[in-house]
């Protein structure tokens, strides 16, 4: 057999055990759930990997510049083999392109192998830890093939040649189907194609939770087989490169939830193995190697121990830097709501917030008309059914906490120097059941919502305007689902509207005083707002100092998700660690936008800046120009 047909025969034994490999694990992923199948997405791959995934990878441009030249390499070598071998043209100027893909491809690799020889703690080792060999064997025993002319290449060459591109090929045949790390190849492009948010590819910022068919018996994940199928395939999708570990801020804190390892964790239990081969940090003061799961097996405690699900703040970090773009909340609070609603799992004080929630509408247990008390002396009206007003505003529940008074106070005040026609949703409003969505509670998340909406309803308004972000997502993007839409605007995207086109005058400081801004994830990530409060805080007169973390890729300051109420252990404070990013900036204060930012970032002890939210900052200008 000349090595022509050699290679020939190796690509397509190539193929079919690779084929084989994905029927087997395709027949693992067909255990998941129903779920929409778009197959127009296997056209949009291309663009979905070379733009929406390659915009995130490219914020390591060390793994962005190795991952075009690797990845790209083998693509390349790989569909000019089927070309050139697959279909025996035997060209040997397709040999000269193959030859070059392949060089390439050893470049990549060989930056692969510096990077593994002294790795970032959050990359996961053991198989993942052959990669560079494997790669290079098979780019260097196929350039040896197609670049030495047969008269030349010896048999003794010819057969090491052969065998390291036999070894090459196995990585990747094999990886499918065995669950090996160049699983992700195949399932990771698959994944781009059937993404559980396909919306995501098409520039919208898809962050709201999906309503649970309750009437219907579906009380969210317990066993692997409760995820759809293309969950189940994005989990295999995961390239175990810890980024969302190293964002995670429970993970910082040494709380027991590392995300990383939840995906992994999740992809034993589909494939119906324990977490022993697993070689990535572990969960912090959890054992690795102690769980085992199954498809069709409870995820808690056998897989997942509960208080890992109790960590997340649901911050979406780890979503915002997985290049892979999988969704690792959704599974979180997927978990959660079994855990609630199934078994009535809530830890610390989850179960009185939750308690609060269902018999007072508030989670403090307070009586609805008390929320507004801090209006009484401001002479502002309160909606009602056939008095149409431009602008409602609604408080949230940080009303009944005198530090946010202080921050509703002075929203007022701006808005009746910008003359705005407003009014407070009072008596009426609710919580939004945010918490309780959060906390894995969607029965009582889906009858508050039901109930706003029904109040809402009656009143007549353009717009919604709040100063919570929590409130802001739900009325947003979780109630259209039940029938509630509005327009809702944070109270600095509405109060940089009104500077720009001149409603709302400010007389700004004589000097520029230095500020850090602390982004709250559920305006920032979930809602993409970051410009509105800094274009305030520059219209004010202030230098806008970034931490370190800031944007999209902010640091959680812990007050999401229910974190607070569950109150897992860990070794540090998560706002503790926020508030060491804003000293570093040298900033006397920290302008923030969220009432639950405000109360985390105030409650650390010690020397630190000021915590004041923009709006506060805004009402200090007025008052200087009146």
Known sequence: ???????????????????????????????????????????????????????????DPYIAHTHVATAGGVVAALGLVALNYGLALYSPALDWAILAATAVMLVGTFFVWLRRRSPPARLSRG?????????????????????????????GLALVALLLLLAGSSELAFGIGLGTPMKHAVAGLLHLAFHPRPERFANVRSTALKPLALEQGDFGVARPADFRWNQLLSFDAC????KCEAACPAFAARQPLNPKKVIQDLVAGLAGTSDAAYAGSAYPGLPVGAHHGAPHAAIVPELIEPETLWSCTTCRACVEECPMLIEHVDAIVGMRRNLNLAHGDAPGKAAETLANLRETETQGGFARAARYNWAIDLEV????????????????????????????????????????????????????GDIARRLGDEATFQELARRNIATLEALTFTR?????????????????????????????????????????????????????????CYL???????????????????????????GARS??????????????????????????????TGAPIV????????????????????????????????????
């Open 1 to 59: 057999m000349s090595v022509a047909h050699a290679i020939t025969a190796l690509f397509w034994l190539t193929m079919a055990v690779l084929t084989a490999g994905l029927v087997r694990r395709a027949a693992l992923w067909r255990v998941g759930q129903a779920a929409a199948v778009d197959w127009s997405g296997l056209l949009a791959v291309p663009k979905r990997y070379f733009v929406d995934l390659h915009h995130v990878v490219a914020r």
């Open 127 to 155: 198989a993942w830890d052959r990669l560079p060999y494997t790669l290079a064997a098979f780019a260097v025993g196929l350039g040896l093939l197609v670049a030495v002319p047969p008269a030349v290449l010896s048999a």
């Open 239 to 242: 390239v175990q490169c810890g």
């Open 381 to 432: 009206a309160t909606a009602a059914p056939g008095a149409p007003v431009d602008v409602l505003i609604v408080a949230g529940e940080g009303a009944f906490d005198m530090r946010y008074q202080r921050t509703l106070r002075a929203l007022i005040k701006v808005l009746k120097s910008a003359n705005v026609d407003f009014a407070l949703f009072g008596e009426a409003e609710r919580d939004t």
């Open 464 to 520: 919604i305007v709040t100063p919570d972000p929590h409130v802001l997502h739900s009325l947003r993007n979780e109630y259209p689902p039940f029938g509630g839409s509005y327009e809702v605007l944070h109270h600095t995207t509405f109060l940089a509207g009104l500077v720009s086109n001149g409603k709302l005058r400010l007389a700004p400081s004589a000097e520029a005083r230095p500020i850090t801004y602390h982004d709250p």
């Open 524 to 550: 920032g990530r979930y809602n993409g707002e970051f410009e509105a409060p800094r274009a305030l805080l520059r219209s004010l007169g202030f230098d806008v100092r970034e931490m370190q973390r800031s």
């Open 555 to 584: 640091r959680c300051c812990g007050g999401g998700g229910g974190a607070p109420l569950t109150d897992i252990p860990g070794k540090q404070r998560i706002p503790d660690m926020r508030m060491a990013d804003a000293r570093e």
């Open 591 to 626: 302008a923030v936008g969220c009432p639950q930012c405000t109360a985390m970032l105030e409650g650390v002890v010690g020397d630190r800046p000021e915590v004041l939210d923009v709006v506060e900052l805004v009402a200090e200008c007025v008052e200087r120009r009146a």
